[in-house]
């Protein structure tokens, strides 16, 4: 019998302990994702020290649950990947050298991924609950979306990013989460704004997008202008609220689809895909499912659990690594706060 093979992932480069087992073909046997939002919340945002500490004392006792409960041995383990990059330092720090330490240990294969490598392939997860998505045909369009970062790639064939375009100052979720801070929703934010948004009126508020030539971003001017309404006297009850930020979510989802349509009329790809932690938000799902329509176009959105950080899509990413680039050598290993240069090109027109 053909004994069944996973990498191990681990992702800790924020606030999330996250740890799964994947199979080659995407399946996603386990997960297990420890959020540190109750440690987070009195502060209104993450607290890079508190995020590290809290990894390093919930790592490993995590990564036993999942192996006992899915009663998985190291010996079906085919190799450990762990995120190395972009994110906090500390919290990274935390991840390699638990994964280290395993890979050293047991002798397996160690493969430090690009944390948005993970997000661009999270959409082709799948589980028990959630039939295997069909590959979608090269290049295809990824919109992602997350706390760090928004940008457009195009993607050639696996492995092969070109980089569209990118923000110039906030990322997508930042602009969200910084809206929940000023306006007292809560923390998460994003979550929040979505949860608001769902009894307001999208167009009471009405804000002015930053059109930025080609394929940028720019959220800098919603987020001082929702500042300015908040300091108005207009926003006096409940109702003001939600609809102030159905009127901003509005405006983050159509600047983000604006730019996507025109890639995807300048680039012709044979798929769309939005991924990261804001393709949680339930509007921008809905409207990206308009445009992949008017387009006819396949549409591909991770599960929510698999849209914000979380360990399947890592160890996902390393099963490409593992092809692409073969095991990394172990004691150089290290962590970067930033991309390398080999994790994407940048488009030039
Ligand atoms: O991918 P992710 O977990 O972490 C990064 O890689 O940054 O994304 C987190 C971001 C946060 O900014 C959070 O507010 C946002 O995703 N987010 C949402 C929603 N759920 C999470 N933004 C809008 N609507 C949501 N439902
Ligand atoms: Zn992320």
């Not at 720090?93 to 392939?121: C, D, M, R, W, Y």
């Not at 990013?161 to 110039?168: E, H, V």
């Not at 500042?227 to 108005?232: D, I, Y």
């Not at 730019?259 to 300048?266: F, G, H, V």
């Amino acid at each position: 019998m053909i004994q069944e093979k996973y990498i191990l992932g681990i992702e800790t480069s924020c606030d999330d302990t996250s740890v799964a087992l994947v199979r080659k073909d995407a399946f996603v046997l386990a997960q297990k994702t420890i959020t540190q939002d109750s440690r987070h919340k009195v502060f209104g945002g993450v607290v890079p020290e508190i995020a590290s500490r809290a990894h390093a004392e919930t790592l490993m006792l995590v990564i036993d649950d999942l192996l006992k409960d899915s009663e998985i041995s190291m010996e079906m383990i085919e190799a450990l990947a762990v995120t190395n990059r972009p994110g906090l330092l500390g919290s990274l720090i935390v991840g390699v050298v638990t994964a280290k330490t395993l890979s050293q240990v047991f002798q397996k294969p160690l493969l430090p991924v690009n944390h948005l490598e993970g997000h661009i392939l999270a959409p082709f997860l799948w589980d028990e609950k959630r039939e295997a998505p069909s590959l979608p045909l090269f290049p295809h369009l990824v919109l992602a979306v997350s706390g760090g970062h928004t940008s457009l790639y195009l993607v050639k064939e696996l492995g092969d990013y070109i980089q569209l375009g990118t923000t110039r100052d906030d990322a997508a979720g930042e602009a969200f989460d910084k809206f929940a801070k000023m306006a007292g929703l809560g923390f998460p934010g994003g979550a929040k704004v979505d949860q608001f948004a769902k009894r307001g009126d999208k167009n009471r508020f009405p804000f002015t997008i930053t059109k930025l030539s080609h394929y940028g971003f720019s959220f800098s001017g919603i987020k001082s202008a929702a500042e300015r309404r908040l300091n108005e006297e207009i926003i006096q009850s409940h109702q003001d609220l939600c609809d102030l930020a159905a009127s901003y979510q509005e405006s983050i989802v159509e600047s983000l689809l604006l730019q996507t349509e025109k890639a995807i009329n300048d680039f012709n790809p044979k798929a769309f895909l939005v991924t990261g932690g804001v393709s949680a938000n339930s509007r921008l799902r809905e409207r990206a499912k308009v445009l992949a329509e008017k387009k006819s176009l396949p549409l591909l959105i991770p599960e929510l659990r698999y849209c914000t950080d979380n360990a399947s899509m890592i160890a996902l990413a390393g099963w490409q690594r593992l092809r692409i680039d073969g095991p990394s050598d172990v004691l150089n290993v290290s962590v970067s706060s930033q991309y390398l240069e080999k994790d994407f090109k940048i488009w030039n027109s």
